[in-house]
Nanobody, 115 residues
Framework: QVQVVESGGGLVQAGGSVILSCAAS????????MRWHRQAPGKQREWVAY???????NYADYVKGRFTISRGNTKNTVDLQMNSLKPEDTGVYYC?????????WGQGTQVTVSS
C-alpha cells in the first residue's frame, strides 16, 4: 500500500504565494510520476501539473508561468510552488503518486485565496 499526504495549504491573499508539499510512503519501488490536481467548490476536479522522473514537467494553461512543480529534498516528495495566486485558484489540492501504473491519491489540502 502507498500513502500520500499533502501539506502546506491555507489562506492567502490574492497575489501571494504558497508552497504545497506532498510525501508518498509505503510499498514503493519507484514513483514514475507525481501530479497535482485541484477541485474548486462546485466544480469538477482538474489537473494542475505533473513531474516525471524529476525533470520533465508540464502545466495546465491556467497555472503556467505561476506554478512550479519540483521534486522535494526528501525522497518520494514533491512540491508545488504557487505564485501570483488568484481567487479562482481556491480549492482543495490533491497530490497523486503513480506507482507501478497505479494512481495513489492524497486526502487533499485546502488553499483559499482571498480577493
Amino acid at each position: 500500500q502507498v500513502q500520500v499526504v499533502e501539506s502546506g495549504g491555507g489562506l492567502v491573499q490574492a497575489g501571494g504565494s504558497v508552497i504545497l508539499s506532498c510525501a508518498a510512503s509505503g510499498s514503493i519501488v519507484t514513483i514514475s510520476s507525481m501530479r497535482w490536481h485541484r477541485q474548486a467548490p462546485g466544480k469538477q476536479r482538474e489537473w494542475v501539473a505533473y513531474i516525471i522522473g524529476g525533470e520533465s514537467t508540464n502545466y495546465a494553461d491556467y497555472v503556467k508561468g505561476r506554478f512550479t512543480i519540483s521534486r522535494g529534498n526528501t525522497k518520494n516528495t514533491v512540491d508545488l510552488q504557487m505564485n501570483s495566486l488568484k481567487p479562482e485558484d481556491t480549492g482543495v489540492y490533491y497530490c497523486v503518486a503513480v506507482v507501478s501504473l497505479r494512481d495513489y491519491w492524497g486526502q487533499g489540502t485546502q488553499v483559499t485565496v482571498s480577493s
